[in-house]
């Protein structure tokens, strides 16, 4: 009696279980209430979609913005390295160019009293000139060309140099004026101002190598 009755009981749900692989509806549940329940589900897809859409597009712009930040800003540092080092080679270049300029004008001013120099002792190591008027007009012709050439280069020496270049250049100047013959007495003193003035020039050099 009590198994009849609970099979009775039990038969609507065997039933609506059945039916239910067919056509799976929640027994009692409208056809309306059906339909609202499946417009929801596609209104809460579309709305899931879209706040997937909404985020991935987010994400592709941000990930935009920071690439062309990230690459503006490596640009921009390449840019900068590049500036540094064309002021750097153009500083170079300057700085080399004005090693040469100052080494060629000191060993024009070299060349150009050596020159000077060279006339008075060859002539004076004898007492007595010979020739006189020929060693004179020599030496004079060597005293104006050191004249010109130092002239020339003294743009390009410090003032200091310049300075004793110019004393230098004077006794000579002197000498040339009274004559070689009259002025054999001062060849230990010309050559103890001509070492000084190799000194000096030596100096120059070295701190010239150091720029």
């Not at 010309?190 to 150091?210: H, K, M, N, P």
Request: aromatic residues 10%; proline residues 3%.
């Amino acid at each position: 009696m009590t198994t009849k009755t609970l099979q009775e009981k039990l038969r609507p749900f065997w039933d609506w279980l059945a039916n239910w692989r067919q056509s799976p509806v929640i027994p009692g549940l409208a056809e309306g209430d059906k339909a609202k329940m499946d417009y929801e589900h596609r209104c809460k897809r579309r709305e899931i979609w879209l706040d997937k859409g909404i985020f991935g597009l987010v994400t592709a712009v941000v990930a935009i913005f920071a690439t062309l930040v990230v690459n503006s800003w490596m640009e921009s540092g390449r840019r900068a390295e590049t500036a540094s080092l064309e002021r750097f080679k153009l500083n170079e270049t300057r700085r080399r160019f004005f090693i040469e300029k100052r080494l060629d004008a000191i060993t024009t001013t070299v060349m150009a009293m050596s020159a000077v120099t060279k006339v008075y002792f060859d002539n004076t190591i004898d007492p007595k000139v010979e020739k006189p008027a020929d060693v004179n007009r020599e030496y004079r012709k060597a005293v104006a060309d050191a004249h010109e050439l130092i002239n020339r280069s003294e743009m390009l020496l410090p003032e200091d140099f310049n300075k004793d270049v110019t004393w230098y250049y004077e006794l000579h100047r002197a000498i040339s004026r009274a004559g070689i013959e009259n002025c054999g007495q001062y060849r230990d003193f010309v050559a103890d101002i001509e070492t000084q003035f190799g000194r000096l020039c030596q100096s120059l050099l070295y701190d010239l190598a150091l720029k």
